[in-house]
């Protein structure tokens, strides 16, 4: 089946450094990726949809100079999170489609990010 | 707009119990529905999806759901749960592509 690997699993960074996040389709080449931010025993939001070779699509109250979204090939996006903050620690999962609007979402596991 | 609302944020059920997770949308339009599974620290697994025809969806490890129209609901079900289910589940609504996802509920499988 189709995979999507998220790297890293888990990082912990300084306040005010950045920290980058990388989604990789496997055996796929994913035409659209999607990164969700979730807060502990919340739900699963939206941030941005990011589509190969444009730019990425933010959601309402994300902010774009804050999460950085480069999907430079088909089987690769990357979120970077400049100058953390402890509030930015959060689960930030990403999920790939391998076609149009109808097709399948794979997810990653998940990167865990703490800001001290 | 559409949106999901998961009714149960927590379901404590003991093991060999049937259970069924609660799940209602909104839709002005045709929806696909999903549920997906969560262990913890870990991505998102589908367990089972409703695009279109039979309304009762059979899905992996033994759940299934059924899409109520008139209810607008779509309830998760498993007639005997094992310990190994105890995680996260969420319910999701498709909407141009993008999944919207519920507020998730939590099952916990006690022996």
Known sequence: GAVVSQHPSWVICKSGTSVKIECRSLDFQAT??????????????LMATSN???????????EKDKFLINHASLTLSTLTV??????????YICSARDGGPNSPLHFGNGTRLTVT | AQSVTQLDS???VFEEAPVELRCNYSSSVSVYLFWYVQYPNQGLQLLLKYLSG???VKGINGFEAEFNKSQTSFHLRKPSVHISDTAEYFCAVRRYGKLIFGQGTELSVKP
């Open chain 1, 32 to 45: 659209t990726m999607f990164w969700y931010r979730q807060f502990p025993k919340q739900s699963l939001m």
């Open chain 1, 52 to 62: 190969e070779g444009s730019k990425a699509t933010y959601e309402q109250g994300v």
């Open chain 1, 82 to 91: 400049t100058s953390a903050h402890p509030e930015d620690s959060s689960f």
């Open chain 2, 10 to 12: 927590q379901v404590p």
């Open chain 2, 54 to 56: 039979s309304t009762l």
